[in-house]
Structure formats: structure tokens, C-alpha cells
């Protein structure tokens, strides 16, 4: 008997590849502990020798760092485990983190060989193995060229800004790394929620790249353009898309409905007593990965019940497959082809008036279009979470666009990823090094 896997193989009813000890259902809707472990030796020895080596490596293509995989399964295999953290670290400063966060379904186990004959090989988990001993045992340690290439202004202290700076000082370059937080890493430390990125963990990695460039904390970049200009051999702006879009439906200032990024945001900040969720219903309107981070943790702080609305159905949903397969197994619920028109507050409560959705011809995104059919029901909940979408912070972005010396990356360019954020930062990088080599001519 064989299952379909979500990866694209099959599977046959037994496993074949070794999996890391989660947390119960009932763990995770008590807890913010982190949901997986890390392998221990024993298991990634054991998934190491599944590899199959291929001379084409497809899970290089689909890892977006082009970390050399398969290499550093074969030093697992051999029990070579710095070896093996230096291959990965090459390729991606944010090893460890990116072993939690990836969506690795729809990347390197995606593309791997072993889909075809059983599991695709646990790249995530092998990556998360080696990173996170690396670095508790201290070997980890960048060696930076001490001639100075050029000063670089790096603008956004997230994933993309921090790749950035690690490629630029690796080659010698001064780094100055703006960041309007008090902290750098972007949504690594704002965003993604702890049961999933552990704060020690994303610190760990960010600081190992933070200490070796000069860190301007609460430096928000407005429009100062043109002295940076003057100022620095070439600009990386890796800002994101930071500032979240609201709901334009009567009743979305009402109290009892908040910006779902600010609701994990204080989380993050240790504020989620702001959040008075136990006992509660809790709507959610969103597709992507703030809602569904958002849903797990109102489940997380008792809520009895969350409903995530979305305005396609599962299968147009922007949010990774893991993530939604999580929630469901923590018990969030979904309403497909539905969206909010109208909030308004009934008995200390808050109604949705919610309109039906059919989908039609797939608009400029490629995904199907959203029609209105008019018919309309009521939802009541207790608080809305919004999750939407979100933009670039406006201050960040004007008179900086399509300027010489001046270079973007991550979801400020589209990406929507960790990796690829970290992919951008390291291409810019490289281009950026390249520049100034030639002596700042393109
Ligand atoms: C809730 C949530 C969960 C997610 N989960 C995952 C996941 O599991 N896996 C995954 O791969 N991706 C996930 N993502 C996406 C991922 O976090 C982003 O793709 C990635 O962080 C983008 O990196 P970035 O550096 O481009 O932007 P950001 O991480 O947003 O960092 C931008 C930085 O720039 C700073 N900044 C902004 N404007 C200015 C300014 N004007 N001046 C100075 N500094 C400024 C910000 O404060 C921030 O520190 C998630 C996103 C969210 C919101
Ligand atoms: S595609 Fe899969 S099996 Fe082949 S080298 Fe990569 S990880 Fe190993």
C-alpha cells in the first residue's frame, strides 16, 4: 500500500526515513515550546545513508542559497561534523535557522531524487542537525579579509540585509548596517513565531554576523538619500515589507481588531498578556504565513476556537503546506471562499458580515480571480486578527529606487522566504564586491 506524498513520491505505508521527535497536540496548545527537536547522531547517520549522491544533485537547484548538499550529507555520513557545518555555512550564514524555517516541501525535498523511490531524503532536518551543534560547541567562527575593499552601506538589519553584510565583510569591506529596531533580524525576531524559531536560536546567528559590521540601532532610513550617496562605495536595501495593510471594510478600526503581524510582534516582545485570547473565538482573515502563525498562536493562548477566513480555497493559499497541516493538527478551523465586508460590534462581541467568493479566470498574479456572488452570512468572534498583506515602510523606499550604487534584495524584491532573502543578500553581495573591484563602474 503506498500514500502520496506531499513532497510528490510515494510512501509506502511504514516510514522510511527517520523523523524528529514533536510535540503532542495537546503539548503545543498549552505551549509556545519549540514543536520539533533537533535529530540526534544516531538518526542523521541513519537519514545520511539514504542519500543517493546523485551526479546532478536536483536538491541544489532547489535550495535557493545553492547549498552543496549532498556534501554535506556525505560528512554527516562519515561522522565529519564541522566539515559539514563549513559546507553549509559557506552558502547560507543562517544555517540553523534556515533548518527550522524552510519550506524544504516546496524547495530541496521537493526536487529531491529519493521522492521518487520512497522520502524525499530530510534535508531541513540534516542542515538543523549540524547548524545547531556547530554553534553550541562554539566552531563556528567567519574569517574576514583584513584589506579594506570599500564602505558599504547595508540598510535593514532582516535576513537579506544580514546576508548582505557577511558576504561584504568576509571580503573586507566596512560595513555599516542601519536597522529602525532596537534589535537586527527583521522578522526573524518580529515575525516568526518562537515555537518554531527559538529566540536563542535566531539570536545566535544573527549576533555572529552583527559583531563584525558597525550595527546603527533605531536608525530608521528616511531621506537621507543623498548623503548616503555621498557617503558610502555602494548601498544594499534590504528593508522588507514591514509595514502591515489593514482591512478597508467598515468596522476595521473597531477595538478587538488588530494587525495579525503586531499580535505576533508583541508576542515576541513577551506583551501577549495584551492579548486576552483564553476562552475566546478568534477570526483570522489571511492566506499566508502571518494568519496561519497568527491562528497557532491564538491557539496557544487558549483561545476555544479559531477560524481562519480566506477568500480562495486551500489550494490557492500562500501559506507552505506544512504550516497549514500544523494548524489543522492544533485544531484551527478554515472557511474557504469567504471575506469580510462589514465588522460591527454586537454585545461586547464583534460580527463579521462575511460575502461568498467564487473564483474565476487567474488574474496578473497567476492565481485564480476573486468574484463576489452577493450572498452574504454573518460570523461572530470575540477578536479579528488581519493578515493580509503588507508594504514597505514609506519613509524607506522614496527617492531611493533605480539609483546607481544602489542595490535591493528579500521581500523588499518580491522574495517571500528566508532563504531566498538570504540568496538576495549574498547575490547583491557578490555584485556589489564585483563593482567595487572594477573600481565602481558596471
Ligand atoms: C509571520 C511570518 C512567518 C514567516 N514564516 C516563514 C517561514 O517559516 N519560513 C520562511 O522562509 N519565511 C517565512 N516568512 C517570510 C520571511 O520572514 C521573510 O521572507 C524574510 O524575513 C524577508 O527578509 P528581509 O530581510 O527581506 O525582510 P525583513 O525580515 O522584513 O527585514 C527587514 C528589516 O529592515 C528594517 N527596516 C525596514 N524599513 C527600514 C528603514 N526605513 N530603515 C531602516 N531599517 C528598516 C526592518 O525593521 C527589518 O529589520 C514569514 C514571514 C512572516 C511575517
Ligand atoms: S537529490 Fe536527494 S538523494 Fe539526490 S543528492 Fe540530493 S539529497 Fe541526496
Redo the contacts with the bound molecule.
Keep these: 500500500m503506498q500514500e502520496k506524498h506531499p513532497a510528490g513520491g510515494y510512501q509506502a505505508a511504514g516510514t522510511w526515513n527517520v523523523s524528529p521527535r514533536t510535540l503532542s497536540r495537546q503539548e503545543r496548545r498549552t505551549s509556545f515550546g519549540e514543536v520539533e527537536s533537533t535529530l540526534t547522531l544516531a538518526q542523521a547517520v541513519q537519514e545520511a545513508n539514504r542519500c543517493l549522491y546523485c551526479y546532478d544533485a536536483p536538491c541544489i537547484q532547489g535550495c535557493p542559497a545553492q547549498i552543496q548538499i549532498p556534501e554535506f550529507i556525505a560528512r554527516i555520513r562519515s561522522h565529519n561534523l564541522t566539515g559539514a557545518a563549513e559546507v553549509i555555512y559557506r552558502d547560507n550564514p543562517l544555517g540553523a535557522i534556515c533548518g527550522r524555517?524552510?519550506?524544504v516541501e516546496a524547495l530541496c525535498q521537493k526536487a529531491c531524487t529519493s521522492c521518487r523511490i520512497n522520502t524525499p531524503i530530510a534535508i531541513g532536518s540534516l542542515q538543523r542537525f549540524v547548524c545547531d551543534l556547530a554553534i553550541q560547541e562554539g566552531r563556528i567562527a567567519f574569517q574576514d579579509e583584513t584589506n579594506v575593499l570599500g564602505k558599504v552601506a547595508v540598510?535593514?538589519?532582516?535576513?537579506?540585509?544580514l546576508s548582505c553584510a557577511h558576504y561584504l565583510r568576509q571580503r573586507g569591506c566596512e560595513v555599516d548596517l542601519?536597522?529602525?529596531?532596537d534589535l537586527?533580524?527583521?522578522?526573524?525576531r518580529w515575525?516568526?513565531p518562537i515555537y518554531?524559531l527559538p529566540e536563542e536560536v535566531a539570536k545566535r546567528e544573527i549576533d555572529l554576523i552583527t559583531n563584525r559590521v558597525a550595527l546603527h540601532r533605531k536608525?530608521?532610513?528616511?531621506t537621507q538619500a543623498e548623503d548616503f550617496l555621498k557617503q558610502y562605495d555602494a548601498i544594499f536595501l534590504?528593508?522588507?515589507?514591514?509595514s502591515p495593510i489593514l482591512l478597508r471594510t467598515p468596522g476595521a478600526d473597531l477595538p478587538g481588531v488588530y494587525a495579525a503581524?503586531s499580535f505576533?510582534r508583541a508576542l515576541r516582545e513577551k506583551k501577549g498578556g495584551d492579548f486576552a485570547f483564553y476562552g475566546k473565538e478568534i477570526a483570522v482573515v489571511g492566506g499566508g504565513?502571518?494568519a496561519l502563525?497568527a491562528a497557532r498562536s491564538a491557539i496557544r493562548l487558549g483561545a476555544s476556537k479559531v477560524t481562519v477566513l480566506y477568500r480562495r480555497t486551500a489550494e490557492e493559499m500562500p501559506a507552505?503546506s506544512s504550516?497549514v497541516e500544523a494548524a489543522f493538527q492544533e485544531g484551527v478551523d478554515f472557511l474557504w471562499l469567504m471575506s469580510p465586508v462589514e465588522i460591527t460590534p454586537v454585545d461586547g462581541r464583534l460580527k463579521l458580515i462575511l460575502e461568498g467568493i467564487r473564483l474565476g479566470e487567474p488574474d496578473e498574479s497567476g492565481r485564480a480571480s476573486v468574484i463576489p456572488t452577493g450572498v452574504r452570512t454573518n460570523f461572530l468572534a470575540d477578536a479579528v486578527l488581519v493578515a493580509i498583506a503588507s508594504q514597505?515602510?514609506p519613509?524607506?523606499v522614496e527617492g531611493w529606487m533605480d539609483r546607481p550604487k544602489v542595490f535591493r534584495?528579500?521581500?523588499?524584491t518580491g522574495?517571500?522566504?528566508?532563504?531566498?532573502?538570504v540568496a538576495d543578500g549574498k547575490e547583491a553581495a557578490l555584485r556589489i564586491i564585483s563593482w567595487l573591484e572594477k573600481g565602481g563602474s558596471q
Design positions: 524555517v524552510c519550506p540598510v535593514g538589519g532582516g535576513p537579506a540585509g542601519f536597522e529602525k529596531e537586527a533580524g527583521g522578522l526573524l515575525g516568526i518554531r536608525y530608521l532610513l528616511g534590504g528593508i522588507g515589507l514591514s503581524a505576533l504565513a502571518t502563525d507552505f504550516e514597505a515602510e519613509a524607506g534584495g528579500g521581500d523588499l522574495g517571500a522566504t528566508v532563504v531566498q532573502a
